[in-house]
């Protein structure tokens, strides 16, 4: 696999070492070229603190500042303007080594330093996937094939491309060996208290915990292997990457955080109270239950929309099943609402009728579709094409498996891991259900299931399907009929309040009072609502007998 190769590569790759022992204010020059150039800084020389914006390359190419391939963009590093930190040993020498070179700050003083002399300080990994470097690395791609086309041509010129190629993929891969610091305190005890264990999978055990500084509820995934020299790194650093650029959707698991402990990586995710869906298919079929239409229409546009989103994000899943489809019932109190969706074409179900949520997660296998580095998910979700190793549309490769998803819950049999059956499956031939389903939805999901990708609807195109928008139009009616109910009885309160008002302007004046005399029984505010003739004054009204009440209408049952 490319990941492992990857891996080799590491040393080579990109470190950037952050030294924040001399900044301050902004220098103009600090955007020059020479200042990502490959330096080395000895720490104790005191000329090493005056220097200026540094990025330790170990790698021979040179790399435009306006086009650098940390998730950290340069103009962020200078806006950032990163000053002291007392407690950094780094600050603390430079300090005391400036005190005796000059008492004036030189330029590069002021800036921030990015330096790499110590084994200490964590290097900043290339994520992946990034806008910029999966361009880079379709770039790269378009030029591997350029170069597989060229490859009757000269051997010179091909060992010097193999040597270009190999210091392209150490530019754009991860670097191994700083992704994992090991020199970090038990940051899971300090921070969060464990409930419970929640599941355990192929990779790591996941836990139920609290954050002690919030008070929510968090799931945190440790990997069970340890990190170092294993694949799993890669596995686990895949996770995050892809995480850290998905961001936020109602239908994805949300992530928070990630450390490496003890060799070992943590993930800090959302947690969803309903577990997975896979525990809920388990349940009802102990029950000699399954999922019904509009519930597994329901399910299939609400992870159609999680999957539109990865995929207009340029990225594929690669495993999608029901252990790793997550169900929240209620919104959790650490991830906002539950149907901020940042699309308006999907702000569906800010509130589903169903009260259910379901949230794409375990990222472990994501890629993306440009420069895919294919890691096979669960083989019974496997589509063909991916299994010959065809990747030109890989997003219908998740489509497929949410196809077979959608008929377990519908009460599908246990699908085959391999064999006959399994090819069976993938010639478009639907398991046999429990239940009969509306021709619209059975056509629909043999669709999904085609042998040829390009037959399978997109995810966009389902979010936007009929058959499931009619799903959407019902819950959307059913609001509607609620908020009509409201509105009625409003109406109704108002008609009443005024005829009581009307009656109380034509019922018989009392007799006038000498000045200044309140009858017995009735408050002053009161008796001035009647001053004007017996009027009401204009913003009050007249509610019941006589008592006097400020109005305000609010819209819609809101
Ligand atoms: N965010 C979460 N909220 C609630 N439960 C979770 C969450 N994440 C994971 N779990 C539980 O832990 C189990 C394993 O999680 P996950 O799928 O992330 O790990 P995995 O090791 O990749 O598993 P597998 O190899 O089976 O896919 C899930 O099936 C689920 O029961
Ligand atoms: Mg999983």
């Given at each position: 696999?490319?990941?492992?190769?990857?891996?080799?590569?590491?040393?080579k790759a990109i470190q950037q070492h952050l030294n924040f022992s001399s900044c301050g204010e902004e220098d103009s020059s600090?955007?020059?070229?020479?200042?990502?150039?490959?330096?080395?800084?000895?720490?104790?020389?005191?000329?090493?603190?005056?220097?200026?914006?540094?990025?330790?390359?170990?790698?021979?190419?040179?790399?435009?500042?306006?086009?650098?391939?940390?998730?950290?963009?340069?103009?962020?590093?200078?806006?950032?303007?990163?000053?002291?930190?007392?407690?950094?040993?780094?600050?603390?020498?430079?300090?005391?080594?400036?005190?005796?070179?000059?008492?004036?700050?030189?330029?590069?003083?002021?800036?921030?330093?990015?330096?790499?002399?110590?084994?200490?300080?964590?290097?900043?990994?290339?994520?992946?996937?990034?806008?910029?470097?999966?361009?880079?690395?379709?770039?790269?791609?378009?030029?591997?094939?350029?170069?597989?086309?060229?490859?009757?041509?000269?051997?010179?010129?091909?060992?010097?491309?193999?040597?270009?190629?190999?210091?392209?993929?150490?530019?754009?891969?991860?670097?191994?060996?700083?992704?994992?610091?090991?020199?970090?305190?038990?940051?899971?005890?300090?921070?969060?208290?464990?409930?419970?264990?929640?599941?355990?999978?192929?990779?790591?055990?996941?836990?139920?915990?609290?954050?002690?500084?919030?008070?929510?509820?968090?799931?945190?995934?440790?990997?069970?292997?340890?990190?170092?020299?294993?694949?799993?790194?890669?596995?686990?650093?895949?996770?995050?990457?892809?995480?850290?650029?998905?961001?936020?959707?109602?239908?994805?698991?949300?992530?928070?955080?990630?450390?490496?402990?003890?060799?070992?990586?943590?993930?800090?995710?959302?947690?969803?109270?309903?577990?997975?869906?896979l525990d809920v298919i388990t349940e009802k079929e102990e029950q000699g239950e399954f999922f019904r239409e509009p519930e597994?229409?329901?399910?299939?546009?609400?992870?159609?929309?999680?999957?539109?989103?990865?995929?207009?994000?340029?990225?594929?899943?690669?495993?999608?099943?029901?252990?790793?489809?997550?169900?929240?019932?209620?919104?959790?109190?650490?991830?906002?609402?539950?149907?901020?969706?940042?699309?308006?074409?999907?702000?569906?179900?800010?509130?589903?009728?169903?009260?259910?949520?379901?949230?794409?997660?375990?990222?472990?296998?994501?890629?993306?579709?440009?420069?895919?580095?294919?890691?096979?998910?669960?083989?019974?979700?496997?589509?063909?094409?991916?299994?010959?190793?065809?990747?030109?549309?890989?997003?219908?490769?998740?489509?497929?498996?949410?196809?077979?998803?959608?008929?377990?819950?519908?009460?599908?049999?246990?699908?085959?891991?391999?064999?006959?059956?399994?090819?069976?499956?993938?010639?478009?031939?639907?398991?046999?259900?429990?239940?009969?389903?509306?021709?619209?939805?059975?056509?629909?999901?043999?669709?999904?299931?085609?042998?040829?990708?390009?037959?399978?609807?997109?995810?966009?195109?389902?979010?936007?399907?009929?058959?499931?928008?009619?799903?959407?139009?019902?819950?959307?009616?059913?609001?509607?009929?609620?908020?009509?109910?409201?509105?009625?009885?409003?109406?109704?309160?108002?008609?009443?309040?005024?005829?009581?008002?009307?009656?109380?302007?034509?019922?018989?004046?009392?007799?006038?009072?000498?000045?200044?005399?309140?009858?017995?029984?009735?408050?002053?505010?009161?008796?001035?609502?009647?001053?004007?003739?017996?009027?009401?004054?204009?913003?009050?009204?007249?509610?019941?007998?006589?008592?006097?009440?400020?109005?305000?209408?609010?819209?819609?049952?809101?």
């Amino acid at each position: 696999m490319r990941w492992s190769k990857m891996a080799g590569l590491n040393e080579k790759a990109i470190q950037q070492h952050l030294n924040f022992s001399s900044c301050g204010e902004e220098d103009s020059s600090d955007s020059s070229v020479e200042d990502w150039a490959l330096i080395s800084v000895p720490l104790r020389s005191p000329s090493s603190t005056c220097r200026t914006p540094r990025v330790q390359r170990h790698h021979a190419r040179g790399v435009s500042p306006s086009a650098p391939t940390s998730p950290i963009p340069y103009s962020a590093w200078r806006k950032l303007r990163l000053c002291d930190s007392p407690s950094t040993p780094k600050s603390l020498l430079s300090k005391s080594a400036l005190s005796y070179s000059s008492t004036k700050p030189c330029r590069s003083q002021r800036l921030l330093c990015l330096s790499s002399t110590s084994d200490r300080v964590p290097g900043v990994n290339v994520n992946p996937f990034t806008p910029d470097t999966v361009r880079r690395n379709g770039e790269h791609c378009k030029r591997k094939s350029r170069r597989s086309d060229c490859d009757d041509e000269d051997d010179g010129h091909r060992s010097k491309e193999a040597h270009t190629s190999s210091e392209d993929e150490s530019y754009f891969l991860p670097s191994k060996r700083p992704a994992v610091p090991a020199l970090m305190l038990s940051r899971f005890e300090s921070e969060f208290l464990e409930l419970g264990r929640i599941g355990v999978g192929e990779f790591g055990a996941v836990y139920r915990c609290v954050k002690r500084l919030d008070g929510c509820m968090y799931a945190i995934k440790r990997l069970r292997r340890p990190l170092a020299g294993s694949s799993n790194e890669q596995l686990a650093l895949k996770e995050v990457y892809a995480h850290a650029v998905l961001g936020h959707h109602p239908h994805v698991v949300r992530y928070y955080s990630a450390w490496a402990e003890d060799d070992h990586m943590i993930i800090q995710n959302e947690y969803c109270d309903g577990g997975s869906l896979l525990d809920v298919i388990t349940e009802k079929e102990e029950q000699g239950e399954f999922f019904r239409e509009p519930e597994l229409r329901d399910l299939l546009l609400q992870v159609s929309m999680g999957l539109k989103y990865i995929h207009t994000s340029g990225l594929v899943h690669l495993d999608i099943k029901p252990s790793n489809i997550f169900i929240c019932y209620r919104p959790s109190c650490s991830t906002g609402a539950v149907g901020d969706s940042e699309e308006e074409d999907d702000s569906y179900p800010s509130s589903p009728s169903s009260g259910v949520v379901y949230k794409i997660g375990d990222l472990g296998h994501v890629t993306s579709v440009s420069s895919p580095q294919v890691e096979e998910g669960d083989s019974r979700f496997l589509a063909g094409e991916v299994l010959h190793e065809d990747y030109t549309q890989l997003p219908k490769a998740d489509i497929f498996a949410l196809g077979l998803t959608v008929l377990l819950a519908a009460g599908a049999p246990p699908l085959p891991q391999n064999g006959d059956e399994w090819h069976h499956l993938r010639q478009a031939h639907l398991p046999s259900l429990p239940q009969e389903l509306m021709p619209h939805l059975r056509n629909l999901l043999q669709m999904m299931l085609d042998p040829d990708p390009a037959v399978r609807p997109s995810a966009s195109a389902l979010c936007k399907h009929p058959v499931l928008r009619r799903e959407r139009a019902g819950k959307l009616a059913a609001q509607l009929r609620r908020e009509l109910n409201v509105e009625k009885f409003r109406t109704a309160m108002l008609e009443r309040e005024l005829q009581e008002a009307r009656l109380a302007a034509t019922s018989p004046q009392p007799p006038p009072l000498p000045s200044g005399q309140i009858p017995s029984g009735q408050p002053s505010s009161t008796s001035s609502n009647f001053s004007a003739g017996s009027l009401p004054k204009p913003g009050r009204r007249l509610v019941g007998r006589s008592v006097a009440r400020s109005m305000s209408f609010g819209c819609l049952g809101r």
